[in-house]
Antibody, heavy 119, light 107 residues
Framework: EVQLLESGGGLVQPGGSLRLSCEAS????????MSWVRQAPGKGLEWVSI????????HYGDSVKVRFTISRDNSKNTVYLQMNSLRAEDTAVYYC????????????WGQGTLVTVSS | EIVLTQSPATLSLSPGERATLSCRASQSISNYLAWYQQKPGQAPRLLIYGASNRATGIPARFSGSGSGTDFTLTISSLEPEDFAVYYC?????????FGGGTKVEIK
């Protein structure tokens, strides 16, 4: 059974940092690109970042570029999102999602982890 | 950045009725469009890719059409489990973008 389990969310002050993790199981992790997609409370979906199968290529949404860093450890079947200089507008549920290389189609999603940026 | 505009924002229909959802791109995107369904408290689910191809396990009542800038998701006869929010998504162009969503609600 395919599973994506996000962790690391929580409450953080503006300007703070947080690292999210997404552990995968049930599929060949190193054959898939991995993304983070977020959803602010009551709002729509916003793509955040993507990393290719070996971690050598990454892309970011304009609103998180420079502040966020995506990485992966294929030996641990885990993708990470390091979030720095957090702002109130980063408050959202963060989902990890997989996609076949070069498709950017999210065919399986985790259940998400909530990040709240507030003083 | 290519912007995807979905309409209407809300669609009020009864079970058994036909639903027609629109997604318009700010410039031509060929057929690089996908559709997702999201129910409350759940992660999104891929429905359609390549504008018109159903993803694995998606019922035949869901269909997609369009190319260039105008795309449509059609649900031929609404089932109770189809009442949800639907998003279109651009691929093959950075940054990836989603439309603002269409909520299909029970009338």
């Amino acid at each position: 059974e395919v599973q994506l389990l996000e962790s690391g969310g929580g409450l953080v002050q503006p300007g703070g940092s947080l690292r999210l993790s997404c552990e995968a199981s049930g599929f060949s992790f190193n054959s898939y690109s991995m993304s983070w997609v977020r959803q602010a409370p009551g709002k729509g979906l916003e793509w955040v970042s993507i990393i290719n199968t070996d971690g050598g290529i990454t892309h970011y949404g304009d609103s998180v570029k420079v502040r966020f860093t995506i990485s992966r450890d294929n030996s641990k079947n885990t993708v990470y999102l390091q979030m720095n200089s957090l702002r109130a507008e980063d408050t959202a549920v963060y989902y990890c999602a997989r996609s076949l290389p070069s498709t950017q189609l999210f065919d399986f999603w985790g259940q998400g982890t909530l990040v709240t940026v507030s003083s | 950045e290519i912007v995807l505009t979905q309409s209407p924002a809300t669609l009020s229909l009864s079970p058994g009725e036909r639903a027609t959802l629109s997604c318009r791109a700010s410039q031509s995107i060929s057929n690089y469009l996908a559709w997702y369904q999201q129910k409350p408290g759940q992660a999104p689910r891929l429905l359609i890719y390549g504008a018109s191809n159903r993803a694995t396990g998606i019922p035949a009542r869901f269909s997609g059409s369009g190319s260039g800038t105008d795309f449509t998701l059609t649900i031929s006869s609404l089932e109770p489990e189809d009442f949800a929010v639907y998003y279109c998504q651009l691929r093959n162009n950075w940054p990836l973008t989603f439309g603002g969503g269409t909520k299909v609600e029970i009338k």
